[in-house]
């Protein structure tokens, strides 16, 4: 079966091939689609990402819900080369993405730049501009067609957020004004492109993200209803229009979104059991399933002490009371204990805890299935209501008490279906409090809530990209920190230079000018 070549001149000469039975060639070169169903198809290959957990692999090391972890079973004579290359995003080196590019150490991404999230996201938006230039010409319903192009709209909005997100400043960000800071390039044609293609403003990308997501919205209210979890509908499409506009501080059409989706399923209550995983389709908070699994520190991980990166101990703390016990600490999260570190590092008070010394706390994650053919990524129902008391709460900080009420209303509700107690006491209610107090602890449930689902990084650049420092074991005695600045240039991904060498009119991000040193203890 022949293949339709697809060249994507902004990330760097990118092929993308779908079968002719999809798209057909005349003799005079003319593209001619045709059913709507094979459209279909061609987006599910080629709109939807086949393996998320690769492309976002390096935000898991960047964030500050994972550490290091001295292997000393397993690999006993220390790092295997995937650990090395792993370090260079966990310790926010310049040039890390190109030094996987270049396969400087084993190379745990693949030989392949199209794994990468430059590369891996522009594909995917060449699929759903395929769709969106072609459909209506396709054989089939009107009602086919709509949801087609509902879905592609809603692909494409996402994956144009999360291109804007690593490549570009938070749009929210005081230092840097979204209508003159970088984004990405914007390519709404599937055709071939000039070479010197420049980025579009934050703001501009923006303002696509918001229109594809809301004649996203549009087509699928006019287009049949679906039911899979493995791809995008309605209710996520809505779900995501309420992350977008999170991030730009929309918080009235954030709220409008979340309230959709808060209107048509309900929050799970947690403290009545966790799903032995989260991400399966038989899970009722699921809208979208999507990416399969990829073992990062510990997932699933039966032998911790041969891993070199495990989650957090300072977050798996976090939801330890001494009154009230977090239902989603057993259901998250799995602990082991070792004598593998001599000492711990508090990322809460910044200090070297030494009496871990003979029982280091390790925690692998227990959200995904332990297939490795399992979905491991995708939109929650729950992260509605985040959004909705997100939202509030910047109402009720701009001045409107009403929202600030709501909001306190919601948390506890949220916070009710979370936490439990010995005796089956009822959880008290959080008191009214200022703005900032109630936003500090509704960031603390969001980040509890949602981590290792890919939305921590984002979350730490769009609240003030604060100082983050890791610790990372050179053996089993010897330990050194490394510090990403508050407002670090870091926390926007450097664009791979391979793309800008074919690329002249790509201006590149702001980087660090040698590598990223340790600093003492």
Known sequence: ??????????????????????????????????????????????????????????????????????????????????????????????????????????????????????????KCILGCNIILVYADESVGSEIDKNYLKGEAYCLRAFHYFQLVNLYGWPYNDEKN????????????????????????????????????????????????????????SSLTAHLLASRIYLYMENWEKALEHARVVMGQK???????????????????????????????????????????FVASYSLYESFESEDWKDARADGFFSVARDSVFDSHYDYETGQVIKELISTSVMVSVLKYPTSTSAYTQGVRVTEAYLNAIEALLGQYKAGNAGAGNEALQLLNDFRSKRYVSAGGAALPGIEMKNADELIDIYRLERRKELCYEGQRWFDLRRFGMPRLEKIWALDGNTREKYVLEKHDPLYVLEIPAYVTDLNSGLQLNETLSSPRLPVSL
């Not at 070479?195 to 549009?218: F, G, H, K, M, P």
């Not at 006019?222 to 995008?232: A, F, L, N, P």
């Not at 989260?278 to 999507?290: R, S, V």
């Open 1 to 122: 079966m022949r293949r339709l070549n697809i060249l994507l001149l902004i990330s760097l000469v990118l092929i993308c091939q779908a079968c002719d039975d999809f798209l057909a060639k005349t003799p005079s070169d003319e593209v001619t689609p045709e059913s709507t169903q094979a459209f279909s198809e061609l987006l599910l290959y080629e709109g939807y990402l086949p393996n998320s957990q690769v492309v976002n692999r390096m935000l898991y090391y960047m964030d500050d819900d994972v550490e290091n972890n001295y292997p000393t079973s397993t690999y006993s004579s220390g790092y295997r080369d995937a650990d090395i290359e792993n370090k260079l995003f966990y310790t926010w080196q310049p040039g890390a993405v190109n030094d996987v590019i270049n396969n400087t150490a084993g190379n745990t991404y693949s030989a392949t730049k199209g794994v990468l999230p430059w590369q891996a996201y522009f």
């Open 177 to 232: 004004d979204p209508k003159v800071s970088l984004g990405v390039p914007i390519v709404t044609e599937p055709e071939i492109g000039a070479l010197s293609l420049a980025r579009s403003t934050v703001e501009q990308v923006y303002s696509l993200i918001v229109e594809d997501i809301e004649n996203s919205i549009r087509y699928f209210d006019k287009g049949k209803k679906e039911s899979t979890k493995y791809r995008v």
């Open 266 to 308: 309900k929050l799970c209550d947690y403290t009545q059991g966790v799903p032995t995983a989260i991400f399966t389709a038989e899970n009722d908070d699921i809208l979208w399933m999507y990416g399969t699994k990829d073992n990062v520190w510990g997932i699933g991980d039966a032998s911790l002490s041969s891993s070199a």
